[in-house]
């Protein structure tokens, strides 16, 4: 493994720049699968919080179209984008704390 970790350090060093240009296309590759992900979930929700799936739902849209904003426009403003990954993370953690005390007490009220 040592020598697997100093390859890649290795590597990472000598192409640190064209690296961090591609920083922006893999957050946003993985904003678009997480995205599709909880897209699928939100539509299994539907049948166990029949009133309340629509904020997963949200939350998946704003996964899938952060994810594609950051692959349709990677190079022009960095920091814009960060700065969108930013609120985008705080917006997605209000709904991901709301989904959770919904989902208990569904389930509460279920057993």
């Given at each position: 493994?040592?020598?697997?970790?100093l390859l890649i350090a290795l590597i990472v060093f000598f192409f640190a720049e064209t690296?961090?240009?591609?920083?922006?296309?893999?957050?946003?590759?993985?904003?678009?699968?997480?995205?599709?992900?909880?897209?699928?979930?939100?539509?299994?929700?539907?049948?166990?919080?029949?009133?309340?799936?629509?904020?997963?739902?949200?939350?998946?849209?704003?996964?899938?179209?952060?994810?594609?904003?950051?692959?349709?426009?990677?190079?022009?403003?960095?920091?814009?984008?960060?700065?969108?990954?930013?609120?985008?993370?705080?917006?997605?953690?209000?709904?991901?704390?709301?989904?959770?005390?919904?989902?208990?007490?569904?389930?509460?009220?279920?057993?």
């Amino acid at each position: 493994m040592g020598i697997i970790y100093l390859l890649i350090a290795l590597i990472v060093f000598f192409f640190a720049e064209t690296l961090a240009s591609l920083l922006p296309i893999f957050i946003g590759a993985l904003f678009l699968f997480g995205g599709i992900i909880r897209l699928i979930q939100a539509v299994g929700f539907r049948r166990t919080i029949a009133n309340r799936w629509m904020y997963f739902m949200l939350s998946s849209l704003l996964w899938i179209g952060i994810g594609l904003l950051m692959l349709a426009n990677p190079f022009d403003s960095l920091l814009v984008l960060f700065q969108l990954f930013g609120g985008f993370l705080i917006a997605v953690g209000v709904i991901e704390w709301v989904l959770y005390f919904t989902l208990r007490s569904s389930r509460r009220q279920q057993a």
